[in-house]
């Protein structure tokens, strides 16, 4: 406990240092997304609420702690916000499907040991169930690469008013390009740092390539990754145009009035 109130003390006096004020709303975003997470489980426990509607609305939810309460309101935060929501809408019936035919749902075999002193039958459908935890698992990563998107195109904006629509939208490209590959690849290494210990156990257990990839819980985590790497390439062209069409009205709007 201690080590971890150390540990949590470090960071916020950290952040506050190198972000300011933004850092320190940053460190407190943390466990506000946090609570959120915790609030979710609650819900999802309930069979009679669809777990997709409560992980949408958790979604938007930490998309605004993220983006509004730490970056404040703004336009790049409003497109930022916009860009995300679409992107996990379309991410979430492609990911229901997905998840449905590749039958990830559920617990694997090497689970089966753990959980035999319970039962099983909860009333809840562990389709939408996996669908949500792998939502909720790339909301982050589609949420910063929308910000890292929109706040250059502002930027690029200001200092070129002029610019037209299409010049803004290939330039949002472009940046999109130079963080896909650190974004994706960051969300591979996350996923697998932390199932280091099952790849471990796998090895322990003898299992051959086959096995490995066949099994539930790995391709639960492939799926994910993967997954995730489908949302942060989708929002990287959302949030271009729609940044584009936004400053582009914004400005025609002004020139209309002046």
């Known amino acids: 406990m201690n ?3 150390l540990l949590a003390a470090i960071l916020f006096i950290l952040m506050t240092l190198i972000g300011g004020k933004k850092g320190a709303r940053s460190f407190f975003a943390i466990f506000f997304n ?3 997470i915790i609030f979710v489980l609650f819900f999802m426990n309930d069979p009679n609420i669809n777990p997709i509607i409560v992980t949408l609305i958790a979604c938007a939810v930490i998309s605004c ?3 509004f309460y730490i970056n404040e309101v703004n336009i790049k935060t409003k497109t930022a916000f916009m ?3 679409i992107t996990i809408v379309i991410l979430i019936l ?4 997905v998840t449905e035919k590749a039958m990830i749902q559920g617990f694997g075999e090497e689970e089966v040991e753990e959980l035999s002193v319970f039962s099983l039958y909860i009333g809840v459908d562990f389709v939408k169930i996996a669908a949500s935890v792998i939502i909720m698992s790339t909301i982050g990563a589609i949420t910063d690469a929308a910000m890292a998107i929109s706040s250059p195109m502002r930027e690029i904006h200001y200092h070129h008013p002029d610019i037209s629509r299409k010049d803004l939208f290939q ?3 472009s940046i999109g390009k130079d963080i896909l590959g650190t974004s994706t690849n960051t969300l591979f290494f996350a996923f697998f740092g932390g199932y280091l210990a099952l790849l471990i156990w796998f090895k322990d257990l003898s299992y051959s390539a086959g096995e490995i990839v066949n099994s539930k819980i790995f391709s639960a985590e492939m799926i994910t990754i993967l997954c995730a790497g489908i949302g942060v390439t989708l929002v990287i062209p959302i949030t271009a145009w729609i940044t584009a069409v936004f400053l582009v009205k914004n400005r025609n709007k002004n ?4």
């Open 3 to 5: 080590a971890l109130v």
């Open 34 to 36: 946090f609570g959120m």
């Open 65 to 67: 702690i993220n983006l």
């Open 83 to 85: 860009s995300s929501i």
């Open 94 to 97: 492609f990911i229901v499907i």
């Open 171 to 173: 330039a949002g490209l």
């Open 255 to 258: 020139e209309t009035v002046e």
